[in-house]
Protein backbone atom coordinates (compact mmCIF):
# COMPACT_ATOMS: atom_id res chain seq x y z
CA UNK A 1 0.00 0.00 0.00
CA UNK A 2 1.56 3.35 -1.44
CA UNK A 3 2.41 5.19 2.39
CA UNK A 4 0.36 8.55 2.50
CA UNK A 5 1.73 11.77 1.85
CA UNK A 6 2.21 13.07 5.03
CA UNK A 7 1.41 10.93 8.57
CA UNK A 8 1.16 12.95 11.87
CA UNK A 9 0.82 10.07 14.71
CA UNK A 10 0.25 11.17 18.53
CA UNK A 11 2.14 14.25 17.76
CA UNK A 12 2.50 16.05 21.47
CA UNK A 13 4.16 19.40 21.46
CA UNK A 14 4.72 20.97 25.21
CA UNK A 15 5.81 24.51 26.49
CA UNK A 16 9.10 23.99 27.56
CA UNK A 17 9.61 20.18 28.01
CA UNK A 18 8.27 16.58 29.28
CA UNK A 19 6.56 18.36 31.66
CA UNK A 20 5.44 21.55 30.32
CA UNK A 21 1.75 22.23 29.18
CA UNK A 22 0.62 20.70 26.30
CA UNK A 23 -0.42 23.12 22.57
CA UNK A 24 -0.73 19.82 20.74
CA UNK A 25 -1.63 16.64 22.54
CA UNK A 26 -1.73 13.41 20.91
CA UNK A 27 -2.62 14.89 17.17
CA UNK A 28 -2.90 12.39 14.80
CA UNK A 29 -3.89 12.28 11.11
CA UNK A 30 -2.67 11.74 7.58
CA UNK A 31 -2.80 13.60 4.24
CA UNK A 32 -2.94 12.02 0.61
CA UNK A 33 -1.19 13.61 -2.45
CA UNK A 34 -4.13 15.37 -4.54
CA UNK A 35 -6.03 16.14 -0.95
CA UNK A 36 -6.42 19.88 0.80
CA UNK A 37 -6.89 18.71 4.02
CA UNK A 38 -8.23 21.79 6.34
CA UNK A 39 -7.03 22.05 9.93
CA UNK A 40 -9.78 24.83 11.56
CA UNK A 41 -10.08 25.85 15.46
CA UNK A 42 -10.38 29.00 17.00
CA UNK A 43 -7.09 31.00 18.45
CA UNK A 44 -5.02 28.88 20.94
CA UNK A 45 -6.20 25.80 19.16
CA UNK A 46 -2.77 24.78 17.55
CA UNK A 47 -3.80 25.04 14.58
CA UNK A 48 -0.40 27.29 13.65
CA UNK A 49 1.60 24.86 16.22
CA UNK A 50 0.41 22.08 13.99
CA UNK A 51 1.65 23.80 10.66
CA UNK A 52 5.07 24.74 12.30
CA UNK A 53 5.95 21.06 14.01
CA UNK A 54 5.74 20.13 10.40
CA UNK A 55 8.15 22.25 8.62
CA UNK A 56 10.16 22.08 12.32
CA UNK A 57 9.89 25.93 12.84
CA UNK A 58 8.99 26.00 16.56
CA UNK A 59 10.87 28.75 18.49
CA UNK A 60 11.35 28.11 22.17
CA UNK A 61 9.87 27.47 24.27
CA UNK A 62 7.69 25.18 22.25
CA UNK A 63 9.09 21.47 21.83
CA UNK A 64 7.91 18.59 20.33
CA UNK A 65 8.00 15.51 23.14
CA UNK A 66 6.27 12.70 21.74
CA UNK A 67 5.31 10.85 18.66
CA UNK A 68 6.22 11.17 15.12
CA UNK A 69 5.76 12.87 11.60
CA UNK A 70 6.28 10.96 8.28
CA UNK A 71 6.73 12.62 4.96
CA UNK A 72 6.17 10.12 2.22
CA UNK A 73 6.87 7.22 4.82
CA UNK A 74 10.17 8.89 5.89
CA UNK A 75 10.42 10.26 9.63
CA UNK A 76 11.42 13.81 9.31
CA UNK A 77 10.73 15.30 12.75
CA UNK A 78 13.87 13.65 13.63
CA UNK A 79 15.66 14.15 10.96
CA UNK A 80 19.37 16.07 10.69
CA UNK A 81 18.80 19.91 10.63
CA UNK A 82 20.83 19.75 7.13
CA UNK A 83 18.59 17.64 5.72
CA UNK A 84 15.14 19.83 6.52
CA UNK A 85 16.61 22.73 5.36
CA UNK A 86 16.79 21.07 2.34
CA UNK A 87 12.98 19.87 2.12
CA UNK A 88 11.80 23.10 3.52
CA UNK A 89 10.58 25.14 0.23
CA UNK A 90 11.62 22.33 -1.91
CA UNK A 91 9.89 19.22 -1.44
CA UNK A 92 7.21 20.88 1.31
CA UNK A 93 6.62 24.52 1.14
CA UNK A 94 5.18 26.98 3.22
CA UNK A 95 2.41 30.03 2.84
CA UNK A 96 1.89 32.86 5.23
CA UNK A 97 -0.96 34.69 6.40
CA UNK A 98 0.96 37.82 5.33
CA UNK A 99 1.93 38.42 2.17
CA UNK A 100 3.93 41.30 2.59
CA UNK A 101 6.53 39.97 5.61
CA UNK A 102 6.73 36.78 3.86
CA UNK A 103 8.65 38.77 0.48
CA UNK A 104 11.61 40.98 1.19
CA UNK A 105 11.30 44.40 0.05
CA UNK A 106 14.24 45.30 -1.31
CA UNK A 107 14.55 42.59 -3.97
CA UNK A 108 12.63 42.30 -7.56
CA UNK A 109 10.27 39.34 -7.20
CA UNK A 110 12.40 38.06 -10.14
CA UNK A 111 15.41 38.19 -7.92
CA UNK A 112 13.36 35.95 -4.52
CA UNK A 113 12.37 33.80 -7.65
CA UNK A 114 15.72 32.99 -9.26
CA UNK A 115 17.05 32.59 -5.87
CA UNK A 116 14.56 30.51 -4.57
CA UNK A 117 14.69 28.37 -7.96
CA UNK A 118 18.16 28.21 -7.92
CA UNK A 119 18.32 27.24 -4.69
CA UNK A 120 16.22 23.99 -5.19
CA UNK A 121 16.68 22.97 -8.69
CA UNK A 122 19.79 22.95 -11.26
CA UNK A 123 19.18 25.33 -13.39
CA UNK A 124 21.34 28.33 -14.77
CA UNK A 125 20.14 32.08 -14.36
CA UNK A 126 18.48 31.81 -17.65
CA UNK A 127 16.85 28.93 -17.05
CA UNK A 128 15.33 29.63 -13.88
CA UNK A 129 14.37 33.44 -14.89
CA UNK A 130 12.50 31.38 -17.42
CA UNK A 131 10.77 29.43 -15.06
CA UNK A 132 9.85 32.28 -12.38
CA UNK A 133 8.14 34.04 -15.62
CA UNK A 134 6.45 30.50 -15.83
CA UNK A 135 5.38 31.07 -12.57
CA UNK A 136 3.60 33.70 -12.26
CA UNK A 137 1.72 32.98 -15.36
CA UNK A 138 0.42 30.00 -13.48
CA UNK A 139 -0.45 31.76 -10.88
CA UNK A 140 -2.43 34.32 -12.74
CA UNK A 141 -0.39 37.80 -12.87
CA UNK A 142 -0.32 39.22 -16.00
CA UNK A 143 2.25 40.13 -18.08
CA UNK A 144 5.02 37.59 -16.04
CA UNK A 145 7.63 38.55 -18.23
CA UNK A 146 7.98 42.43 -17.19
CA UNK A 147 6.08 42.01 -13.22
CA UNK A 148 10.09 40.09 -12.01
CA UNK A 149 11.09 43.77 -12.46
CA UNK A 150 8.72 44.76 -9.79
CA UNK A 151 9.32 44.95 -6.15
CA UNK A 152 6.67 43.50 -3.80
CA UNK A 153 5.36 47.22 -3.07
CA UNK A 154 4.41 47.62 -6.73
CA UNK A 155 1.92 44.60 -6.03
CA UNK A 156 -1.74 44.54 -4.80
CA UNK A 157 -2.26 42.74 -1.48
CA UNK A 158 -3.67 39.62 -3.94
CA UNK A 159 -1.10 40.12 -6.31
CA UNK A 160 1.34 40.02 -3.83
CA UNK A 161 -0.07 36.74 -2.19
CA UNK A 162 -0.18 35.30 -5.70
CA UNK A 163 3.85 35.78 -5.86
CA UNK A 164 4.15 34.19 -2.55
CA UNK A 165 2.34 31.04 -4.09
CA UNK A 166 4.50 31.33 -7.04
CA UNK A 167 7.69 31.13 -4.44
CA UNK A 168 6.12 28.36 -2.60
CA UNK A 169 6.22 26.08 -5.81
CA UNK A 170 9.31 27.34 -6.71
CA UNK A 171 11.15 24.11 -5.35
CA UNK A 172 8.51 22.28 -6.79
CA UNK A 173 6.97 21.16 -3.88
CA UNK A 174 4.80 17.57 -2.95
CA UNK A 175 3.22 19.27 -0.07
CA UNK A 176 2.15 22.84 0.87
CA UNK A 177 1.17 24.22 4.66
CA UNK A 178 -0.66 27.39 3.68
CA UNK A 179 -1.20 28.79 7.03
CA UNK A 180 -4.50 31.24 6.92
CA UNK A 181 -3.30 32.31 3.31
CA UNK A 182 -6.09 34.38 3.14
CA UNK A 183 -6.79 35.81 6.37
CA UNK A 184 -4.91 39.23 5.71
CA UNK A 185 -7.04 39.88 2.13
CA UNK A 186 -10.06 41.56 1.06
CA UNK A 187 -13.19 39.36 0.93
CA UNK A 188 -13.60 39.14 -2.76
CA UNK A 189 -9.71 38.34 -3.06
CA UNK A 190 -10.27 35.75 -0.67
CA UNK A 191 -12.23 34.00 -2.99
CA UNK A 192 -9.72 34.27 -5.95
CA UNK A 193 -6.82 33.16 -3.78
CA UNK A 194 -8.43 29.86 -2.67
CA UNK A 195 -9.60 29.37 -5.69
CA UNK A 196 -6.30 29.49 -7.61
CA UNK A 197 -5.13 27.42 -4.73
CA UNK A 198 -7.66 24.31 -5.42
CA UNK A 199 -7.02 24.29 -9.12
CA UNK A 200 -3.14 24.60 -8.53
CA UNK A 201 -3.26 21.09 -6.03
CA UNK A 202 -5.73 19.36 -8.75
CA UNK A 203 -3.27 20.27 -11.78
CA UNK A 204 -0.11 19.69 -9.51
CA UNK A 205 -1.15 16.67 -7.31
CA UNK A 206 0.29 18.39 -4.58
CA UNK A 207 -0.92 17.68 -0.79
CA UNK A 208 -2.18 20.60 0.79
CA UNK A 209 -2.32 21.16 4.69
CA UNK A 210 -5.01 24.83 4.83
CA UNK A 211 -5.06 26.15 8.11
CA UNK A 212 -7.50 28.16 8.49
CA UNK A 213 -10.11 29.28 11.70
CA UNK A 214 -12.80 30.07 8.69
CA UNK A 215 -14.59 27.23 8.47
CA UNK A 216 -16.18 28.76 5.02
CA UNK A 217 -13.08 28.77 3.60
CA UNK A 218 -12.63 24.76 4.67
CA UNK A 219 -16.59 24.40 2.79
CA UNK A 220 -15.24 26.18 -0.27
CA UNK A 221 -11.76 24.42 -0.49
CA UNK A 222 -10.82 21.42 1.66
CA UNK A 223 -11.92 17.75 0.64
CA UNK A 224 -10.91 16.67 4.70
CA UNK A 225 -11.06 18.52 8.09
CA UNK A 226 -9.30 18.42 10.88
CA UNK A 227 -11.08 20.48 13.84
CA UNK A 228 -8.87 21.20 16.50
CA UNK A 229 -9.50 22.23 20.16
CA UNK A 230 -7.51 22.61 23.03
CA UNK A 231 -4.53 21.31 21.15
CA UNK A 232 -6.55 18.55 20.67
CA UNK A 233 -8.39 16.90 18.09
CA UNK A 234 -11.83 17.31 18.38
CA UNK A 235 -13.46 15.65 14.65
CA UNK A 236 -12.07 14.43 11.83
CA UNK A 237 -13.92 13.35 8.35
CA UNK A 238 -14.62 14.33 4.70
CA UNK A 239 -15.58 17.97 4.12
CA UNK A 240 -19.28 16.76 3.20
CA UNK A 241 -19.91 14.42 6.10
CA UNK A 242 -18.83 16.35 8.69
CA UNK A 243 -20.74 20.19 6.65
CA UNK A 244 -23.69 17.99 6.90
CA UNK A 245 -23.60 15.89 9.65
CA UNK A 246 -20.58 17.16 12.57
CA UNK A 247 -20.86 14.99 15.37
CA UNK A 248 -19.13 16.73 18.02
CA UNK A 249 -20.48 19.75 19.68
CA UNK A 250 -17.67 21.97 18.96
CA UNK A 251 -17.92 20.93 15.53
CA UNK A 252 -21.50 21.50 15.36
CA UNK A 253 -21.05 25.19 17.13
CA UNK A 254 -18.48 26.45 14.37
CA UNK A 255 -20.93 25.00 11.16
CA UNK A 256 -23.55 26.80 12.99
CA UNK A 257 -21.84 30.10 12.73
CA UNK A 258 -20.54 29.71 9.17
CA UNK A 259 -22.90 32.90 7.60
CA UNK A 260 -25.27 31.65 5.13
CA UNK A 261 -26.46 34.07 1.95
CA UNK A 262 -30.00 33.95 1.77
CA UNK A 263 -30.57 33.81 5.07
CA UNK A 264 -32.30 36.61 7.75
CA UNK A 265 -30.23 39.29 9.39
CA UNK A 266 -31.07 37.60 13.08
CA UNK A 267 -27.30 37.01 14.61
CA UNK A 268 -25.47 33.64 14.32
CA UNK A 269 -25.63 31.37 16.82
CA UNK A 270 -21.90 31.49 18.91
CA UNK A 271 -20.19 29.07 21.04
CA UNK A 272 -20.20 30.54 24.69
CA UNK A 273 -17.09 31.33 26.71
CA UNK A 274 -13.48 30.62 25.27
CA UNK A 275 -10.67 28.45 25.01
CA UNK A 276 -9.47 27.37 28.00
CA UNK A 277 -5.32 28.12 28.36
CA UNK A 278 -3.05 25.31 27.70
CA UNK A 279 -1.78 25.41 31.38
CA UNK A 280 -5.27 25.85 32.37
CA UNK A 281 -7.14 22.90 30.52
CA UNK A 282 -10.47 21.33 32.52
CA UNK A 283 -10.31 17.58 33.39
CA UNK A 284 -11.45 15.18 31.06
CA UNK A 285 -13.19 16.67 27.65
CA UNK A 286 -11.78 20.14 27.47
CA UNK A 287 -15.04 21.55 25.53
CA UNK A 288 -17.10 20.53 28.55
CA UNK A 289 -17.28 23.86 30.50
CA UNK A 290 -18.61 25.13 26.69
CA UNK A 291 -20.81 22.79 25.61
CA UNK A 292 -24.49 22.61 26.17
CA UNK A 293 -24.14 18.72 25.96
CA UNK A 294 -22.10 17.79 28.68
CA UNK A 295 -22.67 15.16 30.92
CA UNK A 296 -20.86 13.75 33.93
CA UNK A 297 -18.58 11.30 32.64
CA UNK A 298 -17.53 14.51 30.33
CA UNK A 299 -16.12 16.24 33.70
CA UNK A 300 -14.33 13.01 34.34
CA UNK A 301 -12.78 10.98 31.22
CA UNK A 302 -11.12 12.41 28.56
CA UNK A 303 -12.78 10.93 25.23
CA UNK A 304 -10.68 10.05 22.79
CA UNK A 305 -11.26 10.31 18.71
CA UNK A 306 -13.49 7.52 17.97
CA UNK A 307 -14.91 6.03 14.73
CA UNK A 308 -18.65 7.34 14.09
CA UNK A 309 -19.32 6.49 10.62
CA UNK A 310 -18.82 7.31 7.35
CA UNK A 311 -14.62 7.34 7.78
CA UNK A 312 -15.41 10.11 10.98
CA UNK A 313 -13.68 10.11 13.76
CA UNK A 314 -15.34 12.71 17.10
CA UNK A 315 -14.00 12.61 20.39
CA UNK A 316 -16.70 12.77 22.22
CA UNK A 317 -18.75 10.88 24.57
CA UNK A 318 -21.84 11.30 22.72
CA UNK A 319 -23.66 8.12 21.23
CA UNK A 320 -21.27 6.55 23.49
CA UNK A 321 -24.06 5.68 25.66
CA UNK A 322 -21.87 6.73 28.71
FE1 LIG B 1 -19.65 17.82 25.04
FE2 LIG B 1 -19.15 15.68 26.52
FE3 LIG B 1 -18.86 15.54 23.92
FE4 LIG B 1 -17.15 16.94 25.37
S1 LIG B 1 -17.46 14.74 25.43
S2 LIG B 1 -18.07 17.59 23.45
S3 LIG B 1 -18.49 17.79 26.93
S4 LIG B 1 -20.76 15.89 25.03
Redesign the pocket.
Known amino acids: MQAPLLELRDLTVRLGGESGPAVLDQLSFNAAPGEILGIVGESGAGKSVTGAAILRVMTHPLRQTAGEIRFEGVRIDTLPEAQMQRLRGGSIAMIFQDPLTALNPVFTIGQQLVQTIRHHLPLSATEARQRAAQLLREVGIPSAEERLSSYPHEFSGGMRQRVVIALALAGEPRLIVADEPTTALDVSIQAQIIALLVALTRKRGMGVILITHDMGVIAEAADRVAVLYAGRL?ELGSVAEVLRRPR???AQGLIAAIPRIGAGLEMLPQIPGTMPRVDALPT?????PR?????P???RER?DPMPRGAGTLA????EEGA
Do not use: D
Request: hydrophobic fraction near 40%; include cysteine; charged fraction near 15%.
Open positions: AHPYGCAFHCERVMVCRPACWL
